[in-house]
Protein backbone atom coordinates (compact mmCIF):
# COMPACT_ATOMS: atom_id res chain seq x y z
CA UNK A 1 0.00 0.00 0.00
CA UNK A 2 1.69 3.51 -0.56
CA UNK A 3 1.93 5.70 1.75
CA UNK A 4 2.88 8.52 0.19
CA UNK A 5 0.21 11.14 -1.29
CA UNK A 6 2.70 13.00 -3.28
CA UNK A 7 2.86 10.09 -5.10
CA UNK A 8 -0.42 9.28 -5.16
CA UNK A 9 -1.10 13.24 -6.40
CA UNK A 10 1.63 12.75 -9.48
CA UNK A 11 0.30 9.78 -10.98
CA UNK A 12 -3.16 9.53 -10.75
CA UNK A 13 -5.73 11.14 -13.10
CA UNK A 14 -7.10 15.14 -11.58
CA UNK A 15 -9.75 14.97 -9.07
CA UNK A 16 -12.41 17.62 -9.09
CA UNK A 17 -11.03 19.61 -5.97
CA UNK A 18 -7.76 19.24 -8.26
CA UNK A 19 -9.52 21.23 -11.08
CA UNK A 20 -11.24 23.69 -8.79
CA UNK A 21 -8.22 24.46 -6.91
CA UNK A 22 -6.39 25.20 -10.28
CA UNK A 23 -9.43 26.83 -11.20
CA UNK A 24 -9.12 29.13 -8.32
CA UNK A 25 -5.42 29.98 -8.85
CA UNK A 26 -6.69 30.86 -12.50
CA UNK A 27 -9.17 33.49 -11.04
CA UNK A 28 -6.53 34.68 -8.49
CA UNK A 29 -4.01 35.56 -10.76
CA UNK A 30 -7.08 37.01 -12.92
CA UNK A 31 -7.76 38.96 -10.19
CA UNK A 32 -4.02 40.36 -10.35
CA UNK A 33 -4.51 40.60 -13.77
CA UNK A 34 -7.25 43.46 -13.08
CA UNK A 35 -5.65 45.35 -10.46
CA UNK A 36 -1.91 45.18 -11.41
CA UNK A 37 -3.49 47.23 -14.73
CA UNK A 38 -6.03 49.57 -12.89
CA UNK A 39 -3.69 52.09 -12.55
CA UNK A 40 -2.92 51.96 -16.19
CA UNK A 41 -7.03 52.73 -17.17
CA UNK A 42 -7.48 55.10 -14.50
CA UNK A 43 -3.63 56.96 -15.79
CA UNK A 44 -5.07 59.46 -18.40
CA UNK A 45 -7.66 60.60 -16.08
CA UNK A 46 -4.95 61.31 -13.55
CA UNK A 47 -2.20 62.97 -15.35
CA UNK A 48 -5.81 65.16 -16.85
CA UNK A 49 -6.83 65.76 -13.36
CA UNK A 50 -3.13 66.20 -11.51
CA UNK A 51 -1.41 67.91 -14.72
CA UNK A 52 1.29 65.54 -14.24
CA UNK A 53 3.96 64.98 -16.90
CA UNK A 54 5.16 61.31 -18.77
CA UNK A 55 8.14 61.04 -16.39
CA UNK A 56 5.95 61.53 -12.88
CA UNK A 57 3.24 59.43 -14.71
CA UNK A 58 6.04 56.94 -15.29
CA UNK A 59 6.52 56.52 -11.59
CA UNK A 60 2.70 56.08 -10.70
CA UNK A 61 2.78 53.42 -12.86
CA UNK A 62 5.89 51.44 -11.52
CA UNK A 63 4.91 52.17 -8.15
CA UNK A 64 3.17 48.60 -7.81
CA UNK A 65 5.51 47.29 -9.36
CA UNK A 66 7.85 47.89 -6.87
CA UNK A 67 5.48 46.63 -4.39
CA UNK A 68 5.39 43.70 -6.35
CA UNK A 69 8.88 42.83 -5.87
CA UNK A 70 8.92 43.29 -2.38
CA UNK A 71 6.06 40.84 -1.87
CA UNK A 72 6.65 38.41 -3.75
CA UNK A 73 10.33 37.79 -1.83
CA UNK A 74 8.79 38.50 1.46
CA UNK A 75 5.17 36.32 1.10
CA UNK A 76 6.64 34.02 -1.15
CA UNK A 77 9.08 33.12 1.52
CA UNK A 78 6.32 32.88 4.24
CA UNK A 79 4.01 30.70 1.74
CA UNK A 80 7.12 28.30 2.17
CA UNK A 81 6.96 28.78 5.88
CA UNK A 82 3.58 28.93 7.38
CA UNK A 83 1.42 28.14 3.71
CA UNK A 84 0.47 28.93 0.30
CA UNK A 85 -3.26 29.74 1.60
CA UNK A 86 -2.55 31.90 4.48
CA UNK A 87 -0.56 33.38 2.66
CA UNK A 88 -3.32 33.89 -0.38
CA UNK A 89 -5.43 34.84 2.24
CA UNK A 90 -3.13 37.93 3.67
CA UNK A 91 -2.86 38.93 -0.18
CA UNK A 92 -6.00 39.64 -0.69
CA UNK A 93 -6.63 41.09 2.49
CA UNK A 94 -3.98 43.64 0.97
CA UNK A 95 -5.29 44.17 -2.13
CA UNK A 96 -8.36 44.90 -1.25
CA UNK A 97 -7.77 47.59 1.05
CA UNK A 98 -4.71 48.98 -1.23
CA UNK A 99 -7.38 49.27 -4.04
CA UNK A 100 -10.12 51.29 -2.27
CA UNK A 101 -7.69 53.71 -1.10
CA UNK A 102 -6.18 54.06 -4.07
CA UNK A 103 -9.77 55.72 -4.90
CA UNK A 104 -9.29 58.17 -2.01
CA UNK A 105 -5.34 59.92 -3.14
CA UNK A 106 -5.43 63.17 -4.34
CA UNK A 107 -1.82 63.61 -4.60
CA UNK A 108 1.18 61.10 -6.54
CA UNK A 109 3.10 60.84 -3.20
CA UNK A 110 -0.23 59.12 -1.95
CA UNK A 111 -1.03 57.50 -4.75
CA UNK A 112 2.32 56.06 -5.27
CA UNK A 113 2.31 55.11 -1.22
CA UNK A 114 -1.23 53.17 -2.05
CA UNK A 115 -0.07 51.71 -4.68
CA UNK A 116 3.28 50.07 -3.48
CA UNK A 117 0.99 48.18 -0.61
CA UNK A 118 -1.25 47.14 -2.98
CA UNK A 119 1.39 45.44 -4.86
CA UNK A 120 3.15 43.88 -1.72
CA UNK A 121 -0.61 41.60 -2.11
CA UNK A 122 -0.05 41.32 -5.82
CA UNK A 123 3.44 39.72 -5.77
CA UNK A 124 2.98 37.35 -3.40
CA UNK A 125 -0.36 36.34 -4.57
CA UNK A 126 1.38 35.73 -7.92
CA UNK A 127 4.21 33.41 -6.18
CA UNK A 128 1.62 31.54 -3.65
CA UNK A 129 -1.14 30.56 -6.12
CA UNK A 130 1.88 29.66 -8.39
CA UNK A 131 2.93 27.09 -5.92
CA UNK A 132 -0.35 26.10 -5.71
CA UNK A 133 -1.87 25.22 -9.43
CA UNK A 134 1.72 23.40 -9.49
CA UNK A 135 0.93 21.60 -5.76
CA UNK A 136 -2.61 20.28 -7.01
CA UNK A 137 -1.59 18.89 -10.25
CA UNK A 138 -0.50 15.61 -10.94
CA UNK A 139 2.83 15.29 -12.94
CA UNK A 140 1.36 14.99 -16.61
CA UNK A 141 -0.39 18.39 -16.27
CA UNK A 142 1.28 20.47 -14.48
CA UNK A 143 2.94 23.09 -16.68
CA UNK A 144 -0.28 23.20 -18.26
CA UNK A 145 -1.92 24.10 -14.92
CA UNK A 146 0.88 26.72 -14.25
CA UNK A 147 0.21 28.06 -17.67
CA UNK A 148 -3.55 27.79 -17.23
CA UNK A 149 -3.25 29.61 -14.05
CA UNK A 150 -0.83 32.67 -15.31
CA UNK A 151 -3.59 33.06 -18.32
CA UNK A 152 -5.52 34.17 -15.69
CA UNK A 153 -3.68 37.75 -15.71
CA UNK A 154 -4.79 38.91 -19.28
CA UNK A 155 -8.11 37.42 -18.46
CA UNK A 156 -8.56 39.44 -15.57
CA UNK A 157 -7.27 42.84 -17.63
CA UNK A 158 -9.96 41.70 -20.59
CA UNK A 159 -13.03 41.53 -18.75
CA UNK A 160 -11.87 43.93 -15.94
CA UNK A 161 -10.66 46.63 -18.52
CA UNK A 162 -13.89 46.37 -20.90
CA UNK A 163 -15.67 47.27 -17.34
CA UNK A 164 -13.10 49.78 -16.65
CA UNK A 165 -13.67 51.54 -19.89
CA UNK A 166 -17.39 51.26 -19.14
CA UNK A 167 -17.07 52.94 -15.97
CA UNK A 168 -14.97 55.20 -17.69
CA UNK A 169 -17.15 56.44 -19.96
CA UNK A 170 -19.74 57.82 -17.32
CA UNK A 171 -17.52 58.20 -14.24
CA UNK A 172 -13.80 59.37 -13.39
CA UNK A 173 -10.96 57.55 -12.99
CA UNK A 174 -11.63 57.06 -9.66
CA UNK A 175 -14.82 54.11 -10.15
CA UNK A 176 -11.65 51.83 -11.25
CA UNK A 177 -9.90 51.67 -8.09
CA UNK A 178 -13.60 51.31 -6.28
CA UNK A 179 -14.84 48.17 -8.37
CA UNK A 180 -11.22 46.26 -8.04
CA UNK A 181 -11.55 46.47 -4.61
CA UNK A 182 -15.15 45.14 -4.37
CA UNK A 183 -14.24 42.46 -6.76
CA UNK A 184 -11.13 41.43 -4.83
CA UNK A 185 -12.91 41.56 -1.12
CA UNK A 186 -15.35 38.81 -2.64
CA UNK A 187 -12.62 36.49 -2.96
CA UNK A 188 -11.88 36.47 0.43
CA UNK A 189 -14.89 34.22 1.09
CA UNK A 190 -14.16 32.08 -1.84
CA UNK A 191 -10.77 30.78 -0.74
CA UNK A 192 -11.80 29.92 2.74
CA UNK A 193 -13.96 28.13 1.41
CA UNK A 194 -12.86 26.45 -1.54
CA UNK A 195 -8.89 26.21 -1.52
CA UNK A 196 -7.40 23.71 1.35
CA UNK A 197 -4.11 23.91 2.05
CA UNK A 198 -1.29 21.97 -0.52
CA UNK A 199 -0.50 18.69 -0.17
CA UNK A 200 2.58 19.20 -1.24
CA UNK A 201 3.53 21.57 1.49
CA UNK A 202 1.75 19.79 4.48
CA UNK A 203 4.10 17.20 3.61
CA UNK A 204 7.33 18.84 3.65
CA UNK A 205 6.54 21.05 6.19
CA UNK A 206 4.36 18.89 8.59
CA UNK A 207 2.59 21.67 10.47
CA UNK A 208 0.29 20.75 13.64
CA UNK A 209 -2.32 17.77 12.40
CA UNK A 210 -0.40 17.39 9.58
CA UNK A 211 -1.67 13.32 8.80
CA UNK A 212 -5.02 14.60 9.94
CA UNK A 213 -5.48 17.39 7.27
CA UNK A 214 -3.93 15.43 4.43
CA UNK A 215 -6.43 13.17 4.70
CA UNK A 216 -9.29 15.18 4.93
CA UNK A 217 -8.47 16.75 1.71
CA UNK A 218 -7.39 13.36 0.14
CA UNK A 219 -11.16 12.05 1.03
CA UNK A 220 -11.91 14.98 -0.67
CA UNK A 221 -10.39 14.67 -3.61
CA UNK A 222 -11.80 10.89 -3.50
CA UNK A 223 -8.61 9.13 -3.01
CA UNK A 224 -7.41 6.47 -0.32
CA UNK A 225 -6.45 7.55 3.34
CA UNK A 226 -3.14 6.70 4.80
CA UNK A 227 -2.55 5.48 8.06
CA UNK A 228 0.72 7.08 8.24
CA UNK A 229 3.51 9.78 6.30
CA UNK A 230 6.75 8.38 5.40
CA UNK A 231 9.85 10.03 6.86
CA UNK A 232 10.12 13.92 5.34
CA UNK A 233 12.76 14.89 3.32
CA UNK A 234 16.50 16.48 4.91
CA UNK A 235 15.43 19.63 3.01
CA UNK A 236 12.06 20.14 4.42
CA UNK A 237 13.32 21.40 8.00
CA UNK A 238 15.78 23.53 6.47
CA UNK A 239 13.59 25.76 3.68
CA UNK A 240 15.02 29.21 3.01
CA UNK A 241 16.71 31.52 0.67
CA UNK A 242 20.04 30.23 1.27
CA UNK A 243 19.04 26.88 -0.69
CA UNK A 244 18.69 28.77 -3.81
CA UNK A 245 21.75 29.68 -4.31
CA UNK A 246 22.80 26.20 -3.29
CA UNK A 247 25.21 24.26 -5.84
CA UNK A 248 21.85 22.46 -6.77
CA UNK A 249 19.53 25.71 -7.65
CA UNK A 250 22.54 28.61 -8.10
CA UNK A 251 22.75 28.40 -11.64
CA UNK A 252 19.14 27.96 -12.59
CA UNK A 253 17.31 30.79 -9.85
CA UNK A 254 19.93 33.02 -10.97
CA UNK A 255 19.48 32.40 -14.54
CA UNK A 256 15.66 32.09 -14.36
CA UNK A 257 15.32 35.23 -12.20
CA UNK A 258 17.71 37.23 -14.90
CA UNK A 259 15.11 36.05 -17.27
CA UNK A 260 12.53 37.21 -15.91
CA UNK A 261 13.76 40.53 -15.31
CA UNK A 262 14.59 41.50 -18.82
CA UNK A 263 11.91 40.27 -20.50
CA UNK A 264 8.97 41.60 -17.65
CA UNK A 265 10.39 44.67 -18.80
CA UNK A 266 9.65 44.54 -22.29
CA UNK A 267 6.47 43.31 -21.17
CA UNK A 268 4.98 45.92 -18.75
CA UNK A 269 6.54 48.79 -21.03
CA UNK A 270 3.57 47.59 -23.73
CA UNK A 271 1.18 47.19 -20.85
CA UNK A 272 1.82 50.30 -19.25
CA UNK A 273 2.16 52.93 -21.82
CA UNK A 274 -0.38 51.67 -23.87
CA UNK A 275 -3.42 53.86 -22.89
CA UNK A 276 -1.36 57.13 -22.49
CA UNK A 277 0.50 56.23 -26.35
CA UNK A 278 -3.08 56.01 -27.37
CA UNK A 279 -4.37 59.06 -26.09
CA UNK A 280 -1.71 61.46 -27.01
CA UNK A 281 -2.83 60.12 -30.48
CA UNK A 282 -6.00 62.23 -30.14
CA UNK A 283 -8.04 59.26 -29.09
CA UNK A 284 -10.96 59.20 -25.81
CA UNK A 285 -9.19 57.02 -22.64
CA UNK A 286 -12.02 54.73 -23.19
CA UNK A 287 -11.09 54.45 -26.74
CA UNK A 288 -7.47 53.83 -25.49
CA UNK A 289 -8.97 51.50 -22.56
CA UNK A 290 -10.42 49.11 -25.10
CA UNK A 291 -6.79 49.34 -27.35
CA UNK A 292 -5.26 47.91 -24.12
CA UNK A 293 -7.93 45.39 -23.65
CA UNK A 294 -7.39 43.78 -27.31
CA UNK A 295 -3.32 43.67 -25.52
CA UNK A 296 -4.84 40.95 -23.57
CA UNK A 297 -6.88 38.97 -25.35
CA UNK A 298 -3.79 38.66 -27.44
CA UNK A 299 -1.95 38.03 -24.42
CA UNK A 300 -5.01 34.87 -22.87
CA UNK A 301 -4.48 33.78 -26.26
CA UNK A 302 -1.24 32.87 -26.48
CA UNK A 303 -1.18 31.66 -22.57
CA UNK A 304 -3.69 29.15 -24.09
CA UNK A 305 -1.68 28.06 -27.04
CA UNK A 306 1.40 28.08 -25.04
CA UNK A 307 -0.84 25.66 -22.73
CA UNK A 308 -1.50 23.53 -25.67
CA UNK A 309 1.82 23.02 -27.09
CA UNK A 310 3.54 22.40 -24.22
CA UNK A 311 1.96 19.11 -23.60
CA UNK A 312 4.02 18.13 -26.38
CA UNK A 313 6.74 20.61 -26.78
CA UNK A 314 9.58 21.33 -24.48
CA UNK A 315 8.70 24.73 -22.36
CA UNK A 316 12.26 25.90 -22.46
CA UNK A 317 12.15 26.52 -26.41
CA UNK A 318 8.53 27.69 -26.93
CA UNK A 319 9.59 30.32 -24.19
CA UNK A 320 12.37 31.16 -25.95
CA UNK A 321 10.55 31.65 -29.56
CA UNK A 322 7.86 33.73 -27.72
CA UNK A 323 10.72 36.00 -26.37
CA UNK A 324 12.20 36.74 -29.92
CA UNK A 325 8.59 37.17 -31.86
CA UNK A 326 7.36 38.88 -29.01
CA UNK A 327 10.48 41.55 -29.35
CA UNK A 328 9.63 41.79 -32.99
CA UNK A 329 6.31 42.44 -32.50
CA UNK A 330 6.77 45.51 -29.69
CA UNK A 331 9.38 47.23 -32.28
CA UNK A 332 6.41 46.61 -34.87
CA UNK A 333 3.83 48.32 -32.60
CA UNK A 334 6.66 51.32 -32.19
CA UNK A 335 5.86 52.46 -35.58
CA UNK A 336 3.53 54.35 -37.28
CA UNK A 337 -0.31 52.90 -37.43
CA UNK A 338 -2.69 53.80 -39.73
CA UNK A 339 -6.26 54.06 -37.60
CA UNK A 340 -7.08 52.35 -34.62
CA UNK A 341 -8.17 48.85 -35.75
CA UNK A 342 -4.44 48.33 -36.79
CA UNK A 343 -3.30 49.53 -33.74
CA UNK A 344 -5.50 46.93 -31.50
CA UNK A 345 -4.30 44.16 -34.16
CA UNK A 346 -0.19 44.98 -33.69
CA UNK A 347 -1.12 45.26 -29.84
CA UNK A 348 -2.79 42.54 -29.84
CA UNK A 349 0.04 40.37 -31.99
CA UNK A 350 2.40 42.10 -29.17
CA UNK A 351 0.23 40.81 -26.17
CA UNK A 352 0.21 37.14 -27.87
CA UNK A 353 4.25 36.70 -27.48
CA UNK A 354 5.38 38.60 -24.98
CA UNK A 355 2.69 37.33 -22.32
CA UNK A 356 3.16 33.50 -23.90
CA UNK A 357 6.82 34.17 -22.66
CA UNK A 358 5.99 35.28 -19.04
CA UNK A 359 3.87 32.44 -18.69
CA UNK A 360 6.12 29.73 -19.50
CA UNK A 361 8.46 31.27 -17.25
CA UNK A 362 6.24 30.72 -14.89
CA UNK A 363 5.94 27.06 -15.77
CA UNK A 364 10.13 27.01 -15.55
CA UNK A 365 9.68 28.27 -11.78
CA UNK A 366 7.19 25.28 -11.02
CA UNK A 367 10.05 22.73 -13.16
CA UNK A 368 13.03 24.16 -11.75
CA UNK A 369 12.43 24.88 -8.14
CA UNK A 370 11.85 21.78 -5.60
CA UNK A 371 8.53 21.97 -2.50
CA UNK A 372 10.44 22.84 -0.27
CA UNK A 373 11.75 26.40 -1.69
CA UNK A 374 8.97 26.38 -4.75
CA UNK A 375 6.90 29.19 -3.49
CA UNK A 376 10.29 30.92 -2.41
CA UNK A 377 12.12 30.08 -4.93
CA UNK A 378 9.39 31.63 -7.58
CA UNK A 379 8.91 34.60 -5.16
CA UNK A 380 12.52 35.35 -5.21
CA UNK A 381 12.24 35.25 -9.27
CA UNK A 382 9.37 37.26 -9.58
CA UNK A 383 10.68 39.68 -6.61
CA UNK A 384 13.74 40.60 -8.12
CA UNK A 385 12.66 40.44 -11.87
CA UNK A 386 9.96 43.11 -10.77
CA UNK A 387 12.61 45.39 -11.12
CA UNK A 388 12.45 44.83 -14.53
CA UNK A 389 8.63 45.56 -14.35
CA UNK A 390 9.09 48.93 -12.58
CA UNK A 391 12.12 49.61 -14.85
CA UNK A 392 10.41 48.91 -18.19
CA UNK A 393 7.84 52.36 -17.54
CA UNK A 394 10.44 54.78 -15.55
CA UNK A 395 12.77 54.51 -18.55
CA UNK A 396 10.40 54.57 -21.29
CA UNK A 397 9.04 57.93 -19.47
CA UNK A 398 12.29 58.92 -19.60
CA UNK A 399 13.41 58.15 -22.88
CA UNK A 400 9.97 60.11 -23.79
CA UNK A 401 10.67 62.88 -21.93
CA UNK A 402 14.12 63.56 -22.95
CA UNK A 403 12.14 64.03 -26.57
CA UNK A 404 13.01 60.22 -28.16
CA UNK A 405 10.19 59.21 -30.47
CA UNK A 406 7.62 56.29 -29.84
CA UNK A 407 9.64 54.05 -32.61
CA UNK A 408 12.89 54.46 -30.70
CA UNK A 409 11.89 53.55 -27.37
CA UNK A 410 10.18 50.87 -28.82
CA UNK A 411 13.19 49.46 -30.28
CA UNK A 412 14.75 49.65 -26.65
CA UNK A 413 12.26 48.49 -25.10
CA UNK A 414 12.02 45.26 -27.01
CA UNK A 415 16.07 44.54 -26.37
CA UNK A 416 14.87 42.89 -22.79
CA UNK A 417 12.85 40.24 -24.21
CA UNK A 418 15.90 39.38 -26.82
CA UNK A 419 18.58 39.41 -24.12
CA UNK A 420 16.16 37.40 -21.71
CA UNK A 421 15.99 34.73 -24.50
CA UNK A 422 19.57 34.56 -24.88
CA UNK A 423 19.72 33.69 -21.15
CA UNK A 424 17.45 30.99 -21.19
CA UNK A 425 19.87 28.96 -24.18
CA UNK A 426 21.89 28.64 -21.04
CA UNK A 427 19.44 26.81 -18.99
CA UNK A 428 20.03 23.43 -17.83
CA UNK A 429 17.10 21.28 -19.40
CA UNK A 430 14.58 21.48 -15.77
CA UNK A 431 13.92 18.65 -13.63
CA UNK A 432 10.76 17.49 -13.44
CA UNK A 433 10.51 18.64 -8.85
CA UNK A 434 7.80 16.55 -7.23
Given at each position: ??????????????????????????????????????????????????????????????????????????????????????????????????????????SVTVMSIYRFGTGIGIGGMLAASAAMAAE????????????LMSAGFPLGAIVGGSIASMLLASFDWRAV???????????????????????????????????????????????????QLPDPSPQAQSPGFRALFSPSLARTTTLL??????????????????????????????????????????????????????????????????????????????????????????????????????????????????????????????????????????????????????????????????????????????????
Amino acid sequence: MNNNPQITLANANMSRLQIVAVVMCFLLTALDGFDVLSISFAAPGISAEWGIDRAALGLVLSMELIGMAFGSILIGTLADRFGRRPAILLCLVFMSIGMYLASTANSVTVMSIYRFGTGIGIGGMLAASAAMAAEFSNQKRRSLSVILMSAGFPLGAIVGGSIASMLLASFDWRAVFIFGALATAVFIPLVWLLLPESIEYLMERRPAKTLERINDTLKRMGHATVEQLPDPSPQAQSPGFRALFSPSLARTTTLLTMAYFLHIMTFYFTLKWIPKIVVDMGYSPSLAGGVLVWANVGGLAGALTLGVLSLKYGVKWLVIGAMVLGAIMVIWFGQEQDGLVQLSIVAAAAGFFTNSGVVGLYALFAQGFPTEVRAGGTGFAIGVGRGGSAAGPIIAGLLFAAGSGLPMVALYMALGSVLAAALLFLLRPALQHP
